[in-house]
């Protein structure tokens, strides 16, 4: 079994030693990678439905696993016991969602060294909480896989400042390592809200609205970031 260059990218976040969860395992290929590999001292698969922790099981059997890696059925962090882990990782889900995983257990949250996180949506918002609930985003990657490009980062605990809007869009870390992927990620985000303008163009109630002038801002930031 191999991972995509998607779980790749999370894989190589996890710190050496580390005791991990991944939180929404799915058939446990992340899991299973990082203990096959031993980079972690201690792995724990969870997912919130029956279906995916019968077929995480049934991966960790095939590979010999099955009595190193537990599986729990619970709802996000609730599957843990505060202090089990120091590492979390939840790829796989809307940006709003890891966000309310996150803050619904922080009993849990606040015994954790690092999270790596790979939403499929709303990266802003999902940066703009962490840097607004005692996170700080300290590396984030671009990885391929099926055509698709996805943002993987890696969080601490800590206060740093909030970074600017545009920032919180392209990604502090991104923008700081400038990575192959960069360009057409930003030629990415910036299609999309072309998209959304001209569309919103179509009605002048549309283009009078607040959220219409932010997506012209953003549009003004990502046709200047690509300058460089």
Same mark, same amino acid.
């Given at each position: ?98 966000? +309310?995983? #996150? ?5 849990? @949250?606040? %015994?954790?060294? !690092?999270?790596?996180?790979?939403? =499929? ?58 990575? +192959?992927? #960069? ?5 990415? @985000?910036? %299609?999309?809200? !072309?998209?959304?303008?001209?569309? =919103? ?28």
């Amino acid at each position: 079994m191999r991972l995509d260059e998607r779980l790749r990218a999370v894989a190589a976040m996890v710190p050496f030693g580390c005791r991990v969860a991944d939180i929404g395992s799915d058939h446990a290929y992340l899991a299973m990678i990082l203990r096959m590999e031993r980079k972690a001292v201690k792995v724990i698969a969870t997912d919130k439905n029956a279906g995916p922790c019968e077929a995480a099981r049934r991966t960790l059997a095939v590979v010999g696993l099955a009595n190193e890696i537990p599986v729990r059925q619970g709802d996000g962090l609730f599957a843990l016991a505060p202090g089990e882990v120091d590492t979390v990782c939840v790829c796989g889900m809307g940006g709003e969602l890891i966000l +309310s995983i #996150l803050e619904n257990a922080p009993h849990i @949250l606040a %015994e954790l060294e !690092r999270l790596i996180l790979q939403p =499929m949506s709303d990266i802003p918002l999902l940066r703009r909480w962490l840097y607004g609930n005692h996170w700080h985003i300290t590396a984030e990657s671009l990885a391929e896989a099926e055509g698709r490009l996805y943002t993987i980062m890696a969080a601490e605990p800590g206060e740093e400042p909030m970074p600017p809007d545009g920032m919180l869009l392209i990604g502090p870390c991104l923008w700081r390592d400038r990575p +192959s992927h #960069l360009r057409r990620y930003i030629g990415e @985000l910036l %299609e999309r809200r !072309r998209r959304a303008m001209a569309g =919103m163009a179509r009605s002048e109630t549309a283009m009078g609205t607040e959220k219409y002038r932010i997506i012209r801002q953003e549009i003004e930031f990502l046709e200047a970031s690509l300058k460089w």
